[in-house]
């Protein structure tokens, strides 16, 4: 997971959850769900610490380890080795966050 820090703090701190759902940083800045700006195949998710962060969505890991493995098996190429592990560690990552 990809803590994301508090904009407001310049990256100082980070946000937990709180009980309604709404993320706030120590300083007490506060971040709805919604505002949560993430761009390409990320979710926000939340560690068993209560941190936010952002992880890979599952089902994209699952696309990118796929095609890893086909290229890994057409090639033998070390970078779609390396590729098939970094998308099996998002996954997990992702999983750990229980994000499905
Ligand atoms: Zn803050």
Redesign the pocket.
Known sequence: MNVIT????DG??TYRVRADGWFV?????ELAPADVDLDGMTTWAVDATGTLGSVVYPAYSLELIAEALDDLAESGNRSAHDAAYSACLDYVAAYRCGVA
């Open positions: 508090c904009a407001p703090c100082a701190e940083c120590p300083a007490g800045h």
